[in-house]
């Protein structure tokens, strides 16, 4: 998945626990990207422009899941 930064996302709207457990949400950073988590939402804004990645996990301590995604500025 490429997007464009700054964006924020609701993590919740991406990840679902089959359990229905709560989830907890790190991501990888980048360099030249500002990268915040907070609560569900992930906050990332561009330092400098380029394409850069970084990968969002979530998390219910019995396993976790991943989604990549593609970070373009300009």
Known sequence: ?????????NLSDLFQDEDG?????????????KVNIEDDMLVVSAE??????I??????LKGVARIPLTVTSE
């Open 1 to 9: 998945t490429t997007i464009a930064a700054p964006f924020a996302l």
């Open 48 to 53: 400098e422009a380029g394409e850069r990645q």
């Open 21 to 33: 457990d709560s989830l907890v949400f790190l991501s990888s950073k980048a360099a030249g990207l």
């Open 55 to 60: 990968t969002v996990y979530a998390s219910d």
